[in-house]
């Protein structure tokens, strides 16, 4: 009966450092991603994470707005959809602090995904579903606070503050 022989005590040491340098490497990735993705909002309001596709019902009934049937030729604010790496998409600014009275016009420029306006409150009217090229408006009839995301998308999140 042939035996294999055992490894050096040299050799397994070396075998031992280079899995304990590729483990370092590998948990220094890790929690290097972990912030790569950047804040996706707090558990408040529009900023809840949910899967793909899934509706949030929030309603809110002394919100108000009007899609516009024709897109206005020069619009008060402008939220552009980019494409973003990391989140997929990006509404910017996600953000926006408007008047009573305000158009605001969504621009699809992500040439990779489809994205959608959909509001928390589902008694107020969501966008379709699109690709780069598309423009949407709505002007906003009473003050509140307007969440909203993609629903294509968890943590593509937006919000517009309307005062009176």
Same mark, same amino acid.
């Given at each position: ?14 075998g031992s ?48 707005l009007a ?15 980019? #494409? @973003? =790496?990391?989140? !997929? ?5 996600? /953000?926006? $602090?408007?008047?009573? +009275?305000?158009?605001?016009?969504w621009i ?6 489809? #994205? @959608? =306006?959909?509001? !928390? ?5 969501? /966008?379709? $579903?699109?690709?780069? +090229? ?31």
């Amino acid at each position: 009966m042939s035996l294999l022989p055992l490894p050096a005590a040299s050799e397994r040491a070396r075998g031992s450092r280079w899995a304990l340098g590729l483990l370092a490497v590998l948990v220094t990735f890790i929690v290097a991603g972990c912030g790569a993705f950047g804040d996706v909002g707090q558990p408040t309001d529009a900023h809840i994470l949910t899967a793909p596709g899934t509706q949030i019902r929030q309603r809110n009934s002394t919100l108000s707005l009007a899609v516009l049937p024709k897109l206005p030729a020069h619009p008060d604010y402008k939220v552009i959809i980019y #494409h @973003n =790496v990391n989140t !997929v998409g990006e509404f910017v600014p996600e /953000s926006l $602090t408007v008047p009573v +009275g305000s158009t605001v016009e969504w621009i699809w420029t992500d040439q990779y995904d489809q #994205h @959608n =306006v959909w509001w !928390v409150d589902q008694e107020l009217i969501n /966008s379709p $579903t699109e690709g780069s +090229g598309f423009k949407w408006a709505v002007k906003f009839k009473a003050p509140g606070v307007y969440d909203y995301y993609c629903t294509l998308h968890p943590g593509m999140l937006g919000r517009v503050v309307v005062t009176g």
